[in-house]
């Protein structure tokens, strides 16, 4: 009867063990492991859509080169291919954990690489509905996470959380994130303004597998309050391709090599 009952318990425990619910910060760090660090480095061909509310559009085409290093940190290269405004312009990210990230941007009319201040963190990128943070990730130390319900989104199984800025320098107080709990990539967000209102939303539309890693290859970032929305598709995206240390400076912002941006 005691072996049974010792057993029994064993099983208990080593269920309870395994079934682990995890918090909303595991659920951010994972979220965000899939959809900022997949893979060594990637590149992608980028078409972006500035859509208004009355449907007339600007296309801008961009390749986007991303690495990765340790501790988190990253490296991102993009440039612009079309409209003729911003042909040639490049833009580049030296992302660290625990500080802010250091931004730059070249603009060819003036032949000038311009430094983007930490805190326009969260202007517009390149007049897009996405801000510069969207485009390489926020720090998960900067919020806290509150696992607050499960849900399911286009037949999809989620965890929503909620990530709350613990400094008052952004524009949103709030952020909701669906969550997919078998690839953890996020499928929706949606932020609120300080007055709690939802204002901006964010959606994965289309999700592919490419070399094994699951990637948002079709995303939408819309404003809720001006009616503008921003269409972004990834084309021949590709991981783990090579692409070298020394690419991600500021020589090369301004004469990138055509093997990696054309």
Known sequence: MIRTLLAALFFILIFAGGAHALGGAEVAA????????????????????LITKRGK?????????????KDKEQKYFIYFFRPADVRD?????????????DRWLYVPAIKMVRRIAAEDKASSFVGSDFTYEDVS?????????????EDVLNGRDCYVVK??????????SQKLSWVDKENFLPLKD????????LYRVFLADEIKDVKGFPTAVKRTMKNLKSGHRTEVTFKEVDYNVGIKDSL?????LKQP???WVR
Request: no cysteine; charged share 40%; hydrophobic share 30%.
């Open 163 to 172: 990530s709350t800025p613990k400094a008052g320098d952004m524009d949103y």
């Open 190 to 197: 949606e932020y609120y303004d300080r007055g709690g209102e």
């Open 30 to 49: 994972k979220s965000q492991e899939a959809f900022f660090y997949q893979g060594g480095d990637l590149k992608a061909r980028v078409v972006m859509k």
């Open 57 to 69: 559009e600007r296309v801008r085409e961009m390749t986007m080169l991303r690495k990765n290093f």
């Open 137 to 149: 990730g926020r720090d998960l130390e900067d919020d806290t996470h509150e696992l607050i319900k």
């Open 248 to 252: 991600f400076s500021e020589r090369y």
């Open 89 to 101: 312009m490049a833009f580049m990210v030296h992302k660290y954990t625990g500080r802010d990230d």
């Open 257 to 259: 090599p055509k093997k």
